[in-house]
């Protein structure tokens, strides 16, 4: 099981990679649209990302509430494999 | 009707990123091939090509120069180049900052051969792996032919005509003919025209190779294996990258005070109507699209010094475009000169006839024609016309003729002059 903070790292990597931001930028309120950019088909591929990484799965309606880093992170810890 | 000119210019190619250094080792002769560094080709039928090197490369291309982290993961690198292509090409313009009733007369007409092959085939295997909900979900829009266009008419707020042609190998010479006439039928001011492909990948490389189309016989030294209208030629090296040219109607680039390079003065099409691959035995295709083009320019053939030919390095077309170039200049030919820059930066597919119609432009500019490289023994019917062997050659040049055949029988011809 991974801990909340080492999902958080984990998560702020993908996040970085996929929308070109700075990493500082990533914090649990950000929202992924009106904070760092997505749009969102950004959303729907960082969700298959966070699918991958954490081998969690996420239900349309799931992702749908997802919009901020703290939502994501929230939703992988409670739902980890494990 | 109104003049069309030429105000700006954009490479990205296997010998360089950015005009001035293609140019330059264009000039000095240099061969962009090498083995196949994206992949392991070594059981392909041809395992090299002319690859665009990375940024670390004396003459690399960087992507993260003009293309956002977030686009370039998410699109084919056909379209990273032509972003890139296009953005030099704005910048050298003086185009960066249009009011909006400019951009609203300002458009875009960059095309590709193929588009985005590498991404369809590793989509294609996340699919088959993964299943469906594992495919991006930027798959479609990062692989779409028009997608240069729609990207670089969305980051410099261009909104005149957004079109992209898709004419095979013929694709960059189109897109610069057809932009240009529409600046001439008064439905832009200025346009971004050319071509990008990027298809150094498994299934390009097996696709070309299967067509018999690609040159196998050089492993052992890939810088020798694009070499137009010599004997030993034994097929089409792979190039990729991208040219974009800036096209302009001549007053309004006149009243602002711009560099003018060229006039592109005529243009021709044409289809063989004979076979999907094949050449037409006469080379009746080539013929009529150059004649088109000359026509057009109101220029006697004789004017035209110097002709970039599409000379592919294949068996077949080099020695076809040689014949039509002769049946159409008669005796004119003994005074102008005829090279291909494929020997150098391979075939760029959709990208060549844009990337040449720029090689053009700069021996206009420079008064020199860049050489064929690789030509040391002619085929026979090659007697008495300067096909520039191995060395760049200095000479007058004010008017000039770039070919493009593809696939599917289908041709382009550009005259372009000094102003």
Sequence with gaps: MATQEEITTRVTALVVDHLGVDANDVTPTASFIDDLGADSLDIVELVMAFEEEFGVEIPDDAAEKISTVGDAVSYISEHQAG | MRRVVVTGLGLVTPLGADVETAWKNIIAAKSGAGTITRFDATDFQSNYACEVKGPDHEYGFDPGKRVDHKIQRQVDPFIVY??????QAIE?????????????????SIGSGIGGLPGIESESLVL???????????????RLINLISGQVSIKYGLMGPNHAVVTACSTGAHSIGDAARMIAMDDADIMLAGGSESTVCPIGIAGFGQARALSTGFRDDPTKASRPWDQGRDGFVMGEGAGVVVL????????????????????????DAYHVTAPHPEGSG??????????????????????????????????????????????????????????????????????????????????????????????????????VPHKAK???????????????????SLVMKAV
């Design chain 2, 82 to 87: 032509g972003i890139d292509a296009a953005g």
């Design chain 2, 92 to 108: 050298d313009a003086g185009l960066l900052d249009m009011d909006e009733a400019t951009r609203f007369r300002a458009g875009c």
């Design chain 2, 128 to 142: 088959a792996e993964k299943g469906p909900k594992r495919v991006s979900p930027h798959f479609v829009h990062g």
């Design chain 2, 248 to 271: 302009e109607e001549y007053e309004h680039a006149k009243a602002r005070g711009a560099k003018i390079y060229a006039e592109v003065v005529g243009y021709g099409l044409s289809g």
């Design chain 2, 286 to 387: 080539a013929f009529r699209s150059m004649q088109m083009a000359v026509k057009k320019s109101g220029l006697a053939l004789s004017d035209i010094d110097y002709i970039n030919a599409h000379g592919t390095s294949t068996p077949l077309g080099d020695e076809l475009e040689l014949g039509a170039v002769r049946r159409l200049f008669g005796s004119d030919i003994g005074s102008l000169s005829m090279s291909s820059t494929k020997s150098a930066i391979g075939h760029l597919l959709g990208g060549a006839g844009a990337v040449e119609s720029i090689f053009c432009i700069l021996a206009l500019r420079d008064q020199i024609v860049p050489p064929t490289l690789n030509l040391d023994n002619p085929s026979e019917n090659c007697a008495g016309v300067d096909l």
């Design chain 2, 394 to 412: 200095e000479r007058k040049v004010k008017a000039v003729l770039n070919n493009s055949f593809g696939f599917g029988g289908t041709n382009a």
